[in-house]
């Protein structure tokens, strides 16, 4: 009898041994600023139920879409001050590294080969060193973003018919100096109060991907979205290098893995959703005018050039002298 009772206390002890190991070593904290019908977002639970997997339950990921946790710049903040792990960030970034300025400077990248050789090459793993020893931000994939366009409540062709829009923008210094030569009046402001400020009349347009075009319903607002094609850049999935090197290595790797899976689930989604999310904003009554990019281009380059550090200018020409397969010889 009292070899039994011992037994069924050591059984007891086990079990609860057991239910204790069967939480999460680690807890992962992802905020990001796109909704829950967003690729981004799904691209994030892909991530979550992928490293889940791998992990065998040692590693659960939290997320906190639609600036749950503060904005971009707010998310970088926190993670540099270990309160979370996660964000989605681009060239805001480059408040800390100006290097990160290249991940969307006005047209700069051609297409999405052009994109792809730029970021998986030498220059890729130049930007994301300076992001680890600047920053503290570990990029574990990245995503193409559709390129940016326009919004207005008039159409707008060429430079000319920007004519001191006050236009909101990113908290980015090279937008606001580019958007400044091109004749607008740009207003840094955080996503979370764009719709409001357009709505309100505080400013009189923005410029954003389709995706977060349509995500944040400024079609609710804006009459016209103009074809600039501006921007063709990218945008990383990051976690504090803190909170990477916190982790035994066996789960950094799980952790490299999951993003790894999490591009290219993001990468089949993003082309499917480009094409889709025009048809969407046209059913939705937004007119899309084609404006003339080339003088675009060349004003913006002008002033991308003018206001480039002199030290970035080198990286700015072998960016646009990398031959990608859809470039024509002259």
């Known amino acids: 009898m009292r070899v039994t009772v011992i037994i069924v206390f ?4 086990l ?24 690729v981004w977002h799904r691209s994030a639970l892909h991530f979550v139920r992928t490293l889940d997997s791998l992990s065998e339950g040692r590693i659960e990921t939290l997320i906190y879409p639609s600036e749950q946790l503060g904005g971009e710049l707010d998310m970088i903040r926190s993670i540099r001050a270990g309160i979370v792990e996660m964000t989605i960030t681009a060239e805001s970034m480059q408040n800390w590294a100006g290097i990160t300025a290249f991940l969307a400077v006005p047209y700069l990248i051609r297409d999405s080969d052009h994109l792809r ?10 930007i994301a060193s300076e992001m680890i020893s600047s920053i503290g ?37 090279l937008f606001v100096r580019v958007w400044q030569a091109l004749g607008a009046k740009p207003t840094p402001m955080t996503f979370s109060e764009v719709f409001t400020a357009l709505q309100q009349g505080t400013v009189e347009a923005q410029e ?8 944040a319903g400024f079609y609710e607002v804006q009459r016209y979205l103009n074809l600039t094609g501006h921007v063709t850049g990218w945008t990383y999935v990051v976690i504090g290098e803190n909170q990477f090197r916190a982790l035994p290595a066996d789960l950094r790797q799980k952790v490299l893995e999951a993003g790894r899976s999490m591009q290219e689930y993001h990468k089949n989604e993003f082309r499917l959703q480009e094409e889709l999310l025009r048809n969407q904003l046209e059913e939705r009554g937004m007119i899309f005018t084609q404006p003339d990019r080339e ?10 050039l003018d206001i480039l550090p002199e030290e970035y ?4 020409h072998k960016i646009t002298n990398i031959k990608s397969d859809g470039d024509q010889e002259p």
Request: glycine share 8%; hydrophobic share 40%; aromatic share 8%.
């Open 295 to 304: 003088v675009f281009r060349e004003m913006a380059e002008a002033a991308v």
């Open 10 to 13: 050591l059984l007891t002890i």
């Open 117 to 126: 050789l730029v970021v998986e090459g030498e220059i890729g793993e130049e």
């Open 15 to 38: 079990g609860s041994c057991k239910e204790a190991q069967d939480g999460p070593e680690f807890i992962l904290r992802f905020g990001h600023q796109a909704n829950e019908q967003d």
């Open 313 to 316: 200018q080198p990286l700015y």
């Open 137 to 173: 931000l570990r990029p574990i994939c990245y995503f193409e973003r559709g390129p940016r366009h326009l919004t207005s409540n008039r159409p707008v062709l060429s430079p000319d018919d920007l004519g001191g829009m006050v236009l909101r923008v990113p908290n980015v210094p």
């Open 208 to 215: 954003n991907p389709f995706a977060l075009i349509y995500s």
